[in-house]
T-cell receptor, first 112, second 114 residues
């Protein structure tokens, strides 16, 4: 298995909802990442997990809460989001933090 | 911090070569990457080059690196309509607080005309 999968593909949520995004890889990679991407812009790094420990948090608001339950799985828990949080959320993984990153297809999030 | 710049648009005819350029500021960058993003999709890793190399060829793709000028280019030979996409250049941080971080350019929108 040589891909990063993300679910759901699309998500619409209200500002008071709680939802989660899921990312999975079975390549034995030990680093996983969350990015946020607005239309026609480059991805912006949110979080890095290295060997299942949070190693980078790019000053992301606390309404985004990452979780790495095991080396294959990465979640992003969402609570009380704002309409400006609507974006494509991309997950990526790499062998280790120094190696090339492979991206999933993303979750298109719309906050109403 | 690190800055990566690309031209925003490139338009070519089918069958021609495309050259997408990128400049970066961090001389300690270890790897430099090219990603392709089609509409509504994630990023696809096309190729990468280690900072001690000056050229890498992979089928229709040629990457040139001028480390002195901090200039990277991606040449696509025999460009096809399926190559139409946004192309991102990215620089990998060398270590410390940059370890694991990619800095992306703004992306070059490549349009291929039949």
């Amino acid at each position: 298995d040589t891909e990063v999968t993300q679910t759901p593909k699309h998500l619409v949520m209200g500002m008071t909802n709680k939802k989660s995004l899921k990312c999975e890889q079975h390549m034995g990679h030990r680093a996983m990442y969350w990015y946020k991407q607005k239309a026609k812009k480059p991805p912006e790094l949110m979080f890095v997990y290295s060997y299942e420990k949070l190693s980078i948090n790019e000053s992301v608001p606390s309404r985004f809460s990452p979780e790495c339950p095991n080396s294959s799985l990465l979640n992003l828990h969402l609570h009380a989001l704002q309409p400006e949080d609507s974006a494509l959320y991309l997950c990526a993984s790499s062998q280790d933090p120094a190696s090339e990153q492979f991206f999933g297809p993303g979750t298109r999030l719309t906050v109403l | 911090g690190e800055d990566v710049e690309q031209s925003l648009f490139l338009s070519v005819r089918e069958g021609d070569s495309s050259v997408i350029n990128c400049t970066y500021t961090d001389s300690s960058s270890t790897y430099l990457y090219w990603y392709k993003q089609e509409p509504g999709a994630g990023l696809q890793l096309l190729t990468y080059i280690f900072s001690n190399m000056d050229m890498k060829q992979d089928q229709r793709l040629t990457v040139l690196l001028n480390k002195k000028d901090k200039h990277l280019s991606l040449r696509i030979a025999d460009t096809q309509t399926g190559d139409s996409a946004i192309y991102f250049c990215a620089s990998a941080g060398a270590g410390g607080t940059s370890y694991g971080k990619l800095t992306f350019g703004q992306g070059t929108i490549l349009t291929v005309h039949p």
